[in-house]
């Protein structure tokens, strides 16, 4: 069965950037979507991005990072991207990549079956 590792977290200064990274282990991406979602203290998971493996121009983004976070795919290395830049505090969440079959991005936790570990984002003001 397909693991998703994510790795990319750690702590920031608002304005700063970082990238996260999601690596299938154990098999590789293929007609999936993948997604970021993240999860802040106290709240519900959300999603922020969503993209889907067979055609990477199909991407979607929660209206709270639009034109801030960017989603990618390398295929050779199954591996989804989430580029993050002018970081707010309230990106502050742990993050997790997802996957699910088909080919259209869903934001809702429930359609997607199967999830990373989380990695941790921390901006400061």
């Known amino acids: 069965q397909v693991q998703l590792i994510e790795s990319g977290g750690g702590l920031v200064q608002a304005g700063g950037s970082l990238r996260l990274s999601c690596t299938a282990a154990?098999?590789?991406?293929?007609?999936?979507?993948a997604g970021w979602f993240r999860q802040a203290p106290g709240k519900e998971r959300e999603f922020v991005a969503g993209i889907s493996w067979q055609s990477a121009s199909s991407t979607m983004y929660a209206d709270s990072v639009k034109g801030r976070f960017t989603i990618s795919t390398d295929n050779a290395q199954s591996t989804v991207y989430l580029q993050m830049n002018s970081l707010k505090p309230e990106d502050t969440a742990v993050y997790f990549c997802a996957a699910r079959s088909g080919t259209i991005i869903m934001v809702e936790t429930s359609r997607y079956d199967t999830w990373g570990q989380g990695t941790q984002v921390t901006v400061s003001s």
């Open positions: 154990g098999g590789t991406f293929s007609n999936v979507i």
